[in-house]
């Protein structure tokens, strides 16, 4: 469980890093959003949003993974490698979604679902054992 642990604690830290950059990406390369119209200037800060979002829910994971027992470690590894993918589609969508046409979000959508599954398989799993590692 330690590489776990280090992955999502690794990973939320650089997105964590990058919701900053990309704040400074709209507030430098699109003037802080302004005079762009409403529906790209939303999705660009809801995608910033949504990085932030991501990155807090892997630096927690990497914080409180626990190792589960029997069949729900089997679960749980496929659930942490779907937590580790998600940031990656976010900052992918952050970056091509403004330019689709009519607000469309697939990439965002298929990541928040993502995490949405991955919170629910957590919770239903359940706490692992007391040893952290």
């Known amino acids: 469980m330690r590489v776990w642990k280090i992955l999502h604690y690794a990973v939320g830290l650089v997105f964590l890093v990058l ?3 990309t704040g400074q990406y709209m507030d ?9 119209a409403d529906g790209p200037r939303m999705i660009y ?10 990155s807090i829910a892997n630096l ?3 914080v409180y993974l626990r190792r589960l027992s029997g069949f729900r470690r089997h679960i749980q590894i496929p659930v942490c ?4 993918i998600i940031p990656w589609i976010l900052l992918y ?8 046409e009519g607000l ?9 679902y993502g995490t949405f599954g991955v919170g629910l398989m957590l919770a ?5 054992s007391k040893e952290s590692t």
């Open 19 to 21: 919701f900053l950059l």
């Open 28 to 36: 430098l390369e699109h003037d802080h959003l302004s005079g762009m």
């Open 45 to 54: 800060r809801s995608g910033h949003i949504y990085l932030l979002f991501t």
């Open 60 to 62: 927690l994971l990497g």
């Open 81 to 84: 490698i779907v937590l580790l």
């Open 93 to 100: 969508g952050f970056f091509a979604e403004p330019h689709l």
């Open 104 to 112: 469309a979000r697939p990439y965002s959508q298929i990541a928040l």
């Open 124 to 128: 239903l799993l359940g706490p692992g």
